[in-house]
């Protein structure tokens, strides 16, 4: 069934113009103080990886409670995806190739925004390192014997050499800082209690050292075949006539990968700033549907069960987890805590 074409008010070509600038200019302002309740977009649950993540959870903003004290902690294990960041260099040159398509001949240029300088690609930004910092409060929290002051040097923390996962990882280990040090400001990492933070890209970015991995996967230009037919599909092409008609721009000036970094270009001003941008308007939750399959079978392909080599390789990493847990267990068996007298 055929469905006709949504417009954004007014239905112009100056309208659609109005939508690329607003997400420019509104990315370009940095990552302002959190507001009290940020806004909110129906198409949330569909933006996969670049979902806020108190949107994935909403307990996250409640203190949290463990399960009880059925059980006593040993270790803590924690493999963290970094803090929300800006665009990639990638998202970038598509979010400025929609602003080119929708932009009046007459219009004013642009100023550059503050995340297109060199450097900026991916940077985490300050909403980020609120997440870690804040994640940091909850595990301490949670786990007072074994993130407590008196075991500060017993922690080992890990990060790849990626500029956004060294700033999540200094942005945790400060946040346990401020958690035992309440109202003081964080010193350097060189000069906390907690850290210092390791780099080992060998074990936190194993698939860049997987030969077969890269050859199979990475490097093969077919291996994504799945994921380049559904983006030529039905299903793609009417996302395709109904955003072209919103924007009243040429379907073909358009593509699958322009539309999906426009419909996270709205997930992007919601994580980073609070705030809804146009290009939530643009899209509907069918369209969300299609596009959050899109993701999915990308990451099933390239990063999950497509290929087996895409899970052995990271083997490295979950034998170095194990070995570690194997070994508190051991430590326990070896040295019991001593009886409560009666």
Partial sequence: MLRSARRLPGGSVARA????AALLSSLSRGSPPEPPEPAASPLSPYFGTKTRY????????????????ACR????????????????????ARLRQLQALVRRPDAEPEPEP???RPGADGQLVERGRQDMRRLAGRLARLFPAL???????RLRALSSSKPRCVDSGVAFLQGLWRHHHPGEPAPGPADMEYGPLEINDKLMRFFDHCEKFLTEVEGNATALHHVEAFKTGPEMQNVLNKVAATLQVPVSSLNADLIQ??????????????????????????????LEYLNDLKQYWKRAYGYAINSRSSC??????FRH???????KQRYPPPLLQQ
């Fill in 54 to 69: 108190e949107d994935a959870e909403p307990g996250l903003r409640r203190d949290p409670r463990l399960l009880g004290e």
């Fill in 114 to 116: 503050e995340w297109s």
């Fill in 73 to 92: 902690p040993l270790q803590l294990v924690a493999l963290i995806r970094h803090g929300t960041r800006l665009p990639t260099a990638r998202q970038v």
């Fill in 261 to 290: 970094v426009a419909f996270f270009a709205c997930s992007f001003d919601l994580a980073i700033r609070g705030v809804k941008s146009p290009w939530c308007d643009v899209f509907d939750i069918e369209d969300a549907k299609v």
């Fill in 147 to 153: 993130l407590g002051r008196r075991h500060a040097g």
């Fill in 316 to 321: 490295g990493l979950f034998q170095d987890i």
């Fill in 325 to 331: 847990m194997d070994k508190a267990v051991e430590q």
């Fill in 17 to 20: 113009a109005v939508v690329a």
